[in-house]
Structure formats: C-alpha cells, structure tokens
C-alpha cells in the first residue's frame, strides 16, 4: 500500500526557513510535487520534479522561484522542499504528492499525503 508521510512543517518568522520531507512508502515514483492551501483557497502548485530518461525536471511558481528547493533522496524514496526567506503569505498547508497522470504542475497525481501545516509570522 502506497503512503506519502510528510514532515517538518511549523512556526517561523519572516525571513526564516524550512525543509519539509516527504516519505514515500510501497513504490518508487518518477514524479512528486510540492502543493499548498491556504485557508479559504484552492490547492495550488508549488514546486515539482520528474525524473525521466532525459534527466531531472523541476518546476517553481513564480512567486518561490529563488527561495525554495524542491529534491529527491532516491535512495530514502523521499522528497525535499527547502523553503529559504519565508513571508506571511507562505501560510498553508503543505501537501505531497507522487505520481502524476498529467502534468506534473497540475494535480493529477495519484497518491497525496495528509499534508503539515506552515505558519510564518512577520
């Protein structure tokens, strides 16, 4: 049974940073991503990555490009998103995902974990 564990989340001032992990047990997958929910908002894409026969592929909204990080540990079967220069409005819940059907920026992603909550405070 496949189980996508995330961990690391928590309270942060501005300017601040975390790396939050994700697990991910019962199979190995070519493609995770990162996506957040702020209350009253919709799901949205963070930051993902794929691995292919080509190489390694990432994406970042705009809105973290320079200040998050999104890698894989093969080896652990885990995924990373280090979070650099926090601001308020990166409030949310985190959640992970592995395997997409589609687009790895969309959410068509088969498995989700339950997701760790970030507060950053200014």
């Known amino acids: 049974q496949v189980q996508l564990v995330e961990s690391g989340g928590g309270l942060v001032q501005a300017g601040g940073s975390l790396r939050l992990s994700c697990v991910a047990s019962g199979r190995t997958f070519s493609s995770y991503g990162w996506f957040r929910q702020a209350p009253g908002q919709e799901r949205d894409i963070v930051a993902a990555v794929s691995t292919s026969w080509s190489g390694v592929n990432t994406y970042y909204t705009d809105s973290v490009k320079g200040r998050f990080t999104i890698s894989r540990d093969s080896a652990k079967n885990t995924v990373y998103l280090q979070m650099n220069n926090l601001k308020p409005e990166d409030t949310a819940v985190y959640y992970c995902?592995?395997?997409?059907?589609?687009?790895?920026?969309?959410?068509?992603?088969?498995?989700w974990g339950q997701g760790t909550q970030v507060t950053v405070s200014s």
């Open positions: 995902a592995a395997n997409a059907r589609g687009a790895i920026t969309t959410m068509t992603y088969d498995f």
